[in-house]
Nanobody
Framework: QVQLVESGGGLVQPGGSLRLSCAAS????????MAWYRQTPGKQRDWVAE???????NYAGSVKGRFTISSDNAKNTVYLQMNSLKPEDTAVYYC?????????WGQGTQVTVSS
C-alpha cells in the first residue's frame, strides 16, 4: 500500500503562484510514475502533469509553460509549481502514484484562484 498526502493549496489572486506537495509513504519502492490531476464540482477528474521514475515529464496543454512537476526522491515528495494562475485553474488537486496497473490517490487539496 502507498499513502499520499497533498498540501500547499489555498487562495491566490490571478497571476499568482502556488506550490503543491505530495508526500508518499508506505510501499513506494515500486512506484514508476507520479501525476497530478484536478477536479471541479460536477466534472471528471482531469490529468494535469506526470513525472516518471526516470524523470521524464509531461503536461496537459492547458498548463504547459505555467506548471512544473518535479520530485525530491530523498524526501519521497513530488511537487507541482503553479505560476501565472488563472481562475480556471480553480479545482481540487489530487496526487496519484502508479505501480504498474495499480493507482493510489491522495485526499486532494483545494486551489482557488480569485481576486
Amino acid at each position: 500500500q502507498v499513502q499520499l498526502v497533498e498540501s500547499g493549496g489555498g487562495l491566490v489572486q490571478p497571476g499568482g503562484s502556488l506550490r503543491l506537495s505530495c508526500a508518499a509513504s508506505g510501499s513506494i519502492f515500486s512506484i514508476n510514475s507520479m501525476a497530478w490531476y484536478r477536479q471541479t464540482p460536477g466534472k471528471q477528474r482531469d490529468w494535469v502533469a506526470e513525472i516518471t521514475i526516470a524523470g521524464s515529464t509531461n503536461y496537459a496543454g492547458s498548463v504547459k509553460g505555467r506548471f512544473t512537476i518535479s520530485s525530491d526522491n530523498a524526501k519521497n515528495t513530488v511537487y507541482l509549481q503553479m505560476n501565472s494562475l488563472k481562475p480556471e485553474d480553480t479545482a481540487v488537486y489530487y496526487c496519484r502514484g502508479s505501480q504498474g496497473a495499480s493507482h493510489y490517490w491522495g485526499q486532494g487539496t483545494q486551489v482557488t484562484v480569485s481576486s
